[in-house]
């Protein structure tokens, strides 16, 4: 194939992969200001991602977006939504990367994440939270760890999301969660 005066050769190639022998279990806590939070059965928890630093680069582009769609540059706009678009992926598949990296080295068999699936339809937000829950990338967030987990052998499991942000998961009490407490 001939893109841009250049040679591309695409290749597929079929990997069969084994299955982790681990007993040990990770959760995954999806969210805005802290994009994972990940917590393993043995007790060790990490926060993954800059939830502040992703809502400042919207914010960037939207703002940016706004000025030039006032003066008409539609073909800018374009341009500028693409790179946002490519920050986020990027961010996505690195805090990904992290947290298959974290399972691996816990020698975890599986990986437990919330089913997200109509989470913008049944939660209930403030007219401020709405616009950042509508553009949270938390699906592309769930494939690449899916597809990255199971490179490494570790199976995916969704989980029903209900109370999983306010249940501890060492004595499993709900609580009321205090920022990232």
Not at 7 to 34: A, H, N, P, R
């Amino acid at each position: 194939m001939e893109k841009s005066g250049k040679w591309y050769v695409q290749i597929s190639v079929e990997k069969q992969f084994g299955q982790t022998t681990g007993d040990t279990t990770m959760g995954i806590d999806l969210g805005l200001k802290v994009p994972a939070v990940v917590v393993t059965s043995t007790g060790k928890t990490k926060f993954v991602g800059n939830g502040r630093q992703n809502k400042y680069i919207r914010r960037k582009y939207s703002s940016c977006r706004r000025k030039l769609g006032k003066l008409k540059k539609l073909s800018a706009i374009r341009k500028q939504q693409n790179k946002e678009h490519r920050y986020m992926k990027d961010q996505n598949h690195k805090i990904s990367r992290q947290i298959v990296n974290m399972a691996i080295d816990a020698q975890v068999s599986v990986i437990k994440i919330e089913k997200l699936t109509n989470i913008r339809q049944t939660t209930r937000t403030s007219r401020k939270n709405a616009k950042n829950l509508h553009n949270w990338s938390f699906y592309q967030l769930q494939m690449f760890i899916a597809y990255k987990a199971a490179l490494a052998g570790i199976r995916v499991v969704e989980v029903n999301p209900a109370y999983t942000s306010q249940t501890c998961p060492i004595c499993a009490k709900r609580n009321k969660a205090i920022d990232r407490t």
